[in-house]
């Protein structure tokens, strides 16, 4: 078996790229740093507690922001000796970073809820009525929320970056919590003092819910999972026409952060010289390299087989 070795140029510009990232996780920390001082004042001044709740999530949001901006900053390191690929698997770690603290707040925002709930039922919490300044500021971060998942939402498509498509969910998650802080208010402000603990139980679970999908999308990647019809339909779209390969036998895809290195296995004619073959393997690295974005590396192996030798199956992927 002859194996012919070929790389791809970066399709994307990898510092354009660094810099929409850092852009998102600075905006971010800006906003968080800036709502959790606003919306805990506002919680207390306002005898909010829903309010106060949602003011602490931010505390945390601002946490965990410094942490992914250390991992966004590391990942646009250039590749070394020891890590050939670069550094962009520590994007998948900053996400999985995200999926922790967001499960972690959702469990403390539900038993912190649970605890209102019962102070409220047994008659131990304090009846004081929440401010309309309180209703205004959970309002106001809605809006700036908004502003920032459409952001990190829309950096995380075109960068493929798993720690920035973390980042908006999380944005979501704190449009959703600021939502149910603002229920809680209202509800309060009607004299239904039991609303503010349910609202906050309810978003709590949603926030738990998505950082489970932030977990198991971020560990996929690094088990180098990749999207196995689609990409072995697309690599035999784009091979079928070339009358050489006599068989397609396996695709092995791996992912290194936003990229995809993919070694192939074809079966030429045995009568060609390894000169043709190399030609052949050529010709196969550069179809791959333009119908396919984000392959960084293909490896290619061909050997001699009958023509027409039963058995040439259809393209199938393995991991």
Excluded at 65 to 71: A, M, Q, T, Y
Excluded at 105 to 134: C, E, H, M, Y
Excluded at 157 to 179: E, P, Q, V, W
Aim: glycine share 8%.
């Amino acid at each position: 078996m002859n194996t012919k070795i070929v790389k791809a140029d970066n399709k994307i510009n990898t510092k354009n790229r660094q810099k929409a990232a850092e852009l998102v996780v600075n905006l971010g920390l800006f906003f968080n740093a800036v709502l959790a001082l606003v919306k805990v004042s506002a919680g207390i001044l306002g005898h909010s507690q829903g309010l106060l709740a949602d003011g602490i999530n931010s505390v945390s949001d601002v946490i965990y922001f410094v942490v992914v901006k250390i991992f966004v900053r590391l990942s646009g390191k250039p590749a070394d000796s020891e890590h050939p690929y670069g550094h962009h698997q520590l994007e998948s770690i900053a996400a999985l970073v995200v999926g922790a603290f967001v499960i972690t707040t959702g469990a403390a925002i539900f038993w912190d809820s649970v605890n209102s709930a019962f102070d409220i039922f047994v008659g131990t919490a304090p009846q004081l009525k929440v401010r309309l300044f309180a209703l205004v500021v959970a309002l106001a971060t809605i809006i700036c929320k908004i502003f920032l998942m459409l952001h990190a939402n829309r950096t995380g498509r075109t960068t493929g970056n798993l720690a920035i498509k973390a980042l908006a969910k999380d944005h979501r998650n704190d449009i959703f919590a600021s939502m149910g802080a603002s229920i809680g208010i209202l509800l309060n402000m009607l004299g239904i003092t039991w609303g503010d603990p349910l609202a906050g139980a309810v978003v709590a679970l949603i926030v738990a819910k998505t950082g489970m999908d932030i977990l198991r999308e971020a560990s996929s990647d690094l088990m180098d999972n990749v999207p196995s019809r689609e990409l072995a339909e697309r690599i035999h779209e784009l091979l079928d026409g070339m009358e050489e390969i006599k068989s397609i036998e396996d695709i092995h895809a791996h992912r290194f952060g936003p990229y995809l290195v993919v070694n192939l296995t074809i079966g030429i004619d045995g009568d060609l010289r390894v000169k043709d073959g190399d030609k052949i393997a050529d010709t196969v690295e550069s179809t791959l390299i333009s119908g396919l974005e984000m392959l960084r590396k293909v490896y290619v192996h061909y050997h001699p087989v009958q023509v027409g030798k039963p058995g040439d199956g259809p393209l199938t992927l393995k991991r």
